[in-house]
């Protein structure tokens, strides 16, 4: 009876205090998509996520930034979060393919990133100030946004010290009842 006791007060103890891997957020939805024609030069992109984003502070600890596909200058806009959607200010100059770049803090507290491109088709005649004309785009799929780390590495964790539980308890009682003798 006490063989049984212990082996189930271990597996209690061993299943309360191995904790689930918790995965970083996910961006679910990028306005403008990957691949996308954008037909105004000052527009708003959205980037949405499947948690709330982390603000401390009212310290956003975020970006997106722009560039045209060839050149090295990377242009940082003007951000704002509301819970978990990012909303950015773009204003660009020059019709061409660009390439989006973001990097938030997630609501576990680790840095996500992930880029995407678009291409700006403007006419030439068009004044910054005045456009009227809706943004366009084309439906693109949305590629999931991975951290690189296996988000398995807790639950593995957890299984191996259930095991080793099941499997060092009763050889642990054996001898203690062969000490006792």
């Known amino acids: 009876m006490r063989l049984k006791s212990s082996i189930a007060i271990g597996l209690l103890a061993t299943l ?52 045209l596909v060839g050149s090295q200058d990377w242009v940082n806009h003007d951000i704002e979060i509301v819970g978990q959607v990012l909303t950015a200010q773009v204003s660009l100059s020059e019709a061409g393919d660009y390439d989006l770049r973001w990097k938030v803090v997630s609501s576990d507290g680790h840095p996500i990133n992930g880029d995407s491109t678009f291409t700006l088709e403007i006419e030439a005649s068009e004044n910054l100030e005045e456009s009227d004309s ?30 080793l539980g099941v499997i060092f308890a009763p050889i642990g009682l054996m001898i203690r009842r062969r000490a006792r003798k």
Do not use: C, R
């Open 134 to 163: 809706p943004i366009l785009i084309a439906p693109a799929p949305i590629s999931e946004q991975s951290s690189g780390e296996g988000s398995m590495v807790g639950f593995y964790i957890g299984l191996a010290m259930v095991i």
């Open 16 to 67: 309360l205090f191995a904790y689930p891997a918790k995965a970083h957020d996910l961006l679910i939805e990028i306005d403008p998509a990957p691949g996308a024609i954008v037909t105004e030069s000052s527009f708003e992109a959205k980037l949405t996520f499947n948690n709330p984003l982390l603000v401390v502070e009212g310290e956003a600890n975020a970006e997106l930034s722009t560039k």
